[in-house]
């Protein structure tokens, strides 16, 4: 390996023109200026040949934890909630660590170059389209049921005798707390391209707060809504699809809040900043299923 020392005025946008090197380190003295002051790491290829890494096996415990806790508790078994518990603070911990690597690996020591970051950008939009089709499986579920209502339904949709929430109340609050911490999370990113770091953590700010009224909304729409998860499909459904969603909303939350501490860390620049393009591609999906399930679970299904 060759290292050679990069000029402070030397924009990287020029410099990928005319050569395959790529950054391994960035110092903070330019934060979201468009430049990489640093050094650049000579090699023969551009693509990253990743280290061994033991998260992949804990995120798998983790998860199989998180699925056999939830299983026992909602069963009522004792040790249930244990288990879920358990799995949930092992599913936090390798978010945690595996987002550090990923970090040092892409800030670090450059090992995000062009082409590994258009795979990146390709791999997160499959992982989006994973996601659609998992929560077309519930929409499925609930439009199988309501379009055509058995006999067991009352043939009627919602389910007779079944009280069901007013869209208009907690739910619309709901949309369109979601849809500004859509506009704010937009403004965050103009303003990283902008190179403006205050306005870029102000909007992102913002957005987090906007993702923790809904979240704590959400919960209180559950603890007062007037049927359970075994109130016929109806009550199925609703929970699947809004729980699911909710999680989702967490999980977004916590990736915002990741892109947050590394603004203030100057981890992005102007030319560079995947990990918040991601992150406001996944929360704009969650954004979009929101709309999906207020249209027609809360609205056209009451």
Known sequence: MILKPVNNTFKIRNFFKNSSDFILYINEQSPLSGYYP??????????????????????????????VGGVLYMHGYASGSEVLLLGFIIILFVMFVWWRDIIREGTFEGQHTSGVADN??????????????????????????????????GNTWPPLNLVVLNPWEIPFLNTIILLTSGATVTWAHHSI????????????FYTIVLAIIFTALQGFEYNNAPFSISDSVYGSTFYMLTGFHGFHVFIGTCFLTVCLLRLF???????????????????????????????????LGS
């Open 38 to 67: 640093g050094y650049i790491l000579s090699q023969k290829h551009e693509f990253h040949l990743v280290d061994p890494s033991p998260w992949p096996f804990v995120a798998a415990m983790g998860a199989l934890s998180l699925t």
């Open 120 to 153: 990146l950008r390709l791999g997160m939009l499959l992982f989006i389209v994973s996601e659609i089709m998992f929560f077309f499986a519930f929409f499925w579920a609930f439009f199988h049921s309501s379009i055509n209502p058995t006999i067991a339904l």
């Open 265 to 299: 860390k100057n981890h992005f620049t102007r030319d560079r900043h995947l990990g918040f393009e991601f992150a406001a591609w996944y929360w704009h999906f969650v954004d979009v299923v929101w709309l999906f399930l207020f249209v027609t679970l809360y609205w």
């Open 193 to 204: 391209v902008w190179g403006s770091k205050g306005n870029a953590i102000q909007s992102l």
